[in-house]
T-cell receptor, first 116, second 111 residues
Framework: AQSVTQLDSQVPVFEEAPVELRCNYSSSVSVYLFWYVQYPNQGLQLLLK??????LVKGINGFEAEFNKSQTSFHLRKPSVHISDTAEYFCAVSESSSGATNKLIFGTGTLLAVQP | KAGVTQTPRYLIKTRGQQVTLSCSPI?????VSWYQQTPGQGLQFLFEYFSETQRNKGNFPGRFSGRQFSNSRSEMNVSTLELGDSALYLCASSLEGPEQFFGPGTRLTVL
């Protein structure tokens, strides 16, 4: 079974400052990793994904994340945030083995609050 | 290409009633998954359908059921509603790989 831990429930940051949202996972099998963003009263939008290959992945809106297998982490970073980045961010994993289904296991989310 | 659509967007029901939610995936996508989002439990997987067959099921009681039609559209049904079923129900579709695209959700309120 897999699990995802997002230790920070809320991260306040000033506009134009850098930010890192932390995600750690636990799994006995290989996984795919994802970051989703949710704006108020909306569904989830995929920010970026790690399926294989380069451990540094770039996503939309200037976000990037690095897969660290030894530390079982997939932290999300942005060098300079904007007010419009204020939202809830979810880290998720799914099993990558052959025949695996698309079941996503989510973390509890991190609210990124960008202040002017 | 149109995204995932869910209907209705908002729904109010009373305890004991049943409800059916609908999801239309992105054209060509054959996998449809459902998730429940609540403040207390977060995002939880309900079930996944692929080519009209349930491929995986989460840990929810039998009151929660779903189905998928030949055009890949999916419905989920909740019978004998309880107050705790109040949630945002999200549908996601996938072409073949693990990347899923989510709809806007249906917000269900049980009174």
């Amino acid at each position: 079974a897999q699990s995802v831990t997002q230790l920070d429930s809320q991260v306040p940051v000033f506009e134009e400052a850098p930010v890192e949202l932390r995600c750690n996972y636990s799994s006995s099998v290989s996984v795919y990793l994802f970051w989703y963003v949710q704006y108020p009263n909306q569904g989830l939008q995929l920010l970026l994904k790690y399926l294989s290959g380069s451990t540094l992945v770039k996503g939309i809106n200037g976000f990037e994340a690095e897969f660290n297998k030894s530390q079982t982490s997939f932290h999300l970073r942005k060098p300079s945030v904007h007010i419009s980045d204020t939202a809830e961010y979810f880290c998720a994993v799914s099993e990558s083995s052959s025949g695996a289904t698309n079941k996503l296991i989510f973390g509890t989310g991190t609210l990124l609050a960008v202040q002017p | 290409k149109a995204g995932v659509t869910q209907t209705p967007r908002y729904l109010i029901k009373t305890r004991g009633q049943q409800v059916t939610l609908s999801c239309s995936p992105i054209s060509g996508h054959r996998s449809v998954s459902w998730y429940q989002q609540t403040p207390g439990q977060g995002l939880q997987f309900l079930f996944e359908y692929f080519s009209e067959t349930q491929r995986n099921k989460g840990n929810f009681p039998g009151r929660f059921s779903g189905r998928q039609f030949s055009n890949s559209r999916s419905e989920m049904n909740v019978s004998t509603l309880e107050l705790g079923d109040s949630a945002l129900y999200l549908c996601a579709s996938s072409l073949e790989g693990p990347e899923q695209f989510f709809g806007p959700g249906t917000r269900l309120t049980v009174l």
